[in-house]
């Protein structure tokens, strides 16, 4: 009998809130996922970097979608999120800066989670 491999999403947000639906797209799907139990691993870059200091998120507003500091926090606690190290250092954003929980990672990570077997990633 053929195991299904588990498979892995891993979502890359581009957009803040100079793109609001489509920031709001990633974090909406990432977290749907983690709370259904998929293993996900969230990217911030660009714009979206500024999400990984404390109240940012709260700061962010798009009608009729859910608030980001809720999906945030489902990320954080059932998934892994990372701010790109260009864009946080682009930005003056340090490791001490942003929430606990959140890492700063660079493009080998992300090249390594997203060829991964079973993984499936995602931009916006």
Avoid: N
Wanted: glycine fraction near 8%.
């Amino acid at each position: 009998m053929l195991s299904r491999m588990p498979r892995s999403l891993v979502v890359k947000a581009t957009a803040g809130a100079d793109a609001p639906e489509r920031c709001s797209q990633a974090f909406t799907v990432a977290s749907t996922a983690a709370a259904s139990g998929v293993d996900v691993s969230f990217w911030m870059t660009g714009e979206s970097t500024w999400f990984a200091l404390p109240d940012r998120a709260a700061e962010f507003e798009l009608p009729h979608a859910a608030p980001l500091p809720e999906l945030l926090g489902i990320l954080l606690e059932a998934g892994r999120v990372t701010a790109c190290t260009q864009c946080a250092a682009r930005r003056g954003i340090t490791p001490e800066d942003v929430l606990p929980g959140i890492r700063i990672a660079g493009a080998a990570v992300f090249v390594e989670e997203i060829t991964a077997d079973g993984a499936q990633a995602l931009v916006y």
